[in-house]
Antibody, heavy 122, light 106 residues
């Protein structure tokens, strides 16, 4: 059974750094056909893509947050880590990780984690 | 930056056909995906590569993509189809989501 599970702090203060971990099971982060991505959703708002990483360590992140976001993976631990610096109340959201499957431009996020709600407040 | 536009809401009567459009510049040249999200739940992939359904997604859910518009169509809409639907596409190095459409089954 393939699962993804997000973990991290529920509450962070403004200006602090957020570290979220996505632990996957049922597939390997070394699988050349798969990747992992992070998406967030502020309360009552739309989905927003944040970053992705593939088995060959190819990474990309959204332009608007590129200076604040980094993504990495530990294949041996089956974990993908998202780091976001200088957190702001506007970053309050549910953060999801998802698996990317498919080829070329036809990839899709075929399985999602349950999400973790992060509140930014002093 | 690339943008995908969806109507905020669509209403449909039970048993009727619902169509949810997603527009973007030359979207037909890209591959569109659709996700269904019910309240309090994670999104679920319902359409990928414009027209394909993952295992477990009913045949009454279908997709199309041509020109500047991708469309999600739900035939014989059921109350269980009431949800938010998001389109998505890959643009160069960025994944883009539409703003989402709330489907209400009246």
């Amino acid at each position: 059974q393939v699962t993804l599970k997000e973990s991290g702090p529920v509450l962070v203060k403004p200006t602090e750094t957020l570290t979220l971990t996505c632990t996957v099971s049922g597939f390997s982060l070394s699988n050349a056909r798969l990747g992992v991505t992070w998406i967030r959703q502020p309360p009552g708002k739309a989905l927003e893509w944040l970053a992705h990483i593939f088995s060959n360590d190819e990474k990309s992140s959204t332009t608007s947050l590129k200076s604040r976001i980094s993504i990495s993976k530990d294949t041996s631990k089956s974990q993908v880590v998202l780091i976001m610096t200088n957190m702001d109340p506007a970053d309050t959201a549910t953060y999801y990780c998802a698996r990317i499957a498919g080829r070329g431009g036809a990839k899709a996020f075929d399985l999602w984690g349950q999400g973790t709600m992060v509140t930014v407040s002093s | 930056s690339y943008e995908l536009t969806q109507p905020p809401s669509v209403s449909v009567s039970p048993g009727q056909t619902a169509s949810i459009p997603c527009s973007g510049d030359k979207l037909g040249d890209k591959h569109a995906c659709w996700y269904q999200q019910k309240p309090g739940q994670s999104p679920v992939l319902v359409i990928y590569q414009d027209i394909k359904r993952p295992s477990g997604i009913p045949e009454r859910i279908s997709g199309s993509n041509s020109g500047n518009t991708a469309t999600l169509t739900i035939s014989g809409t059921q109350p269980m189809d009431e949800a938010d639907y998001y389109c998505q596409a890959w643009d160069i190095t960025t994944w883009v989501f539409g703003g989402g459409t709330r489907l209400t089954v009246l």
